[in-house]
């Protein structure tokens, strides 16, 4: 077996609700503009064309309730999202079996430095500075298929400060969880411990230093995020 040429980095865990045994992450798949209010908001069409999707790293993930506001940028928005987590993987998933891929979910958020996103657009350029910074997507506990079953109605939303910034509900998507896994998984091969985060509904905005984020998401509970 060769030896590594330096230490390697441990592999990014999450906690899982009700288990001593933790999620690792594998790759990060990001859906964009998949909540047709949030696609006008964003100068878009919300016909539903196909889908398109960035990535985040895996260290983007962050569990510890603390979002630290990335330099060189002046504007960075929340993005209230649900992840989904993937147990298992493969190519070319049929949509109608694609929900026995899932492990769990948990409610989640697609930090944005939008000034930087915006640049890369008017440039035609890649949006990873925009969005694949460190610590760019706290998330909650994963909470198992097997206790929450699978969420596809009820509230998301997110509040700054006890103000309500977004609501949406999950039924409200454009490409639900099936189809956006059944998608990936005719370009890329997907494995256990991949994570979707399946888009945002309208009203992303702005964050400052001190400002306390509360999303919640039906049948998950909330998770709470101090701008630092």
Avoid at 136 to 151: D, E, F, I, L
């Amino acid at each position: 077996m060769p030896s590594f040429a330096f230490e390697p980095p441990p592999v990014v865990a999450l906690p899982i609700t009700g288990s001593e045994a933790v999620f690792p992450v594998r790759r990060v798949y990001c859906i964009g503009r998949n909540y047709a209010a949030h696609t006008i908001e964003m100068g878009g069409d919300p016909s539903r064309e196909a889908p398109f999707f960035f990535q985040k790293n895996p260290d983007s993930l962050d569990a510890s309730g603390e979002f630290p506001y990335p330099p060189h940028s002046t504007d960075v928005h929340h993005e209230a999202e649900l992840a989904v987590m993937l147990g298992s993987g493969g190519v070319n998933i049929p949509v109608d079996a694609a929900l026995d891929y899932v492990y769990g979910y948990a409610p989640a958020l697609d930090m944005t430095r939008r000034d930087l996103q915006a640049e890369q657009k008017r440039l035609r350029r890649p949006w990873e500075i925009g969005k694949a910074f460190e610590r760019s997507a706290p998330v909650g506990p994963v909470h198992p298929v097997s206790v929450v079953g699978h969420p596809s109605a009820g509230r998301i939303a997110l509040t700054v400060n006890g103000e309500l910034r977004q609501e949406g509900d999950l039924s409200h998507m454009i490409w639900k969880v099936p189809e956006m896994i059944s998608y990936l998984s005719d370009y890329f091969e997907l494995a256990a411990g991949d994570v979707v985060l399946s888009g945002t509904p309208s009203g992303v905005a702005a964050v400052s230093r001190g400002d306390v984020m509360e999303v919640e998401v039906a049948g998950l509970g909330a998770l709470r995020v101090r701008v630092v």
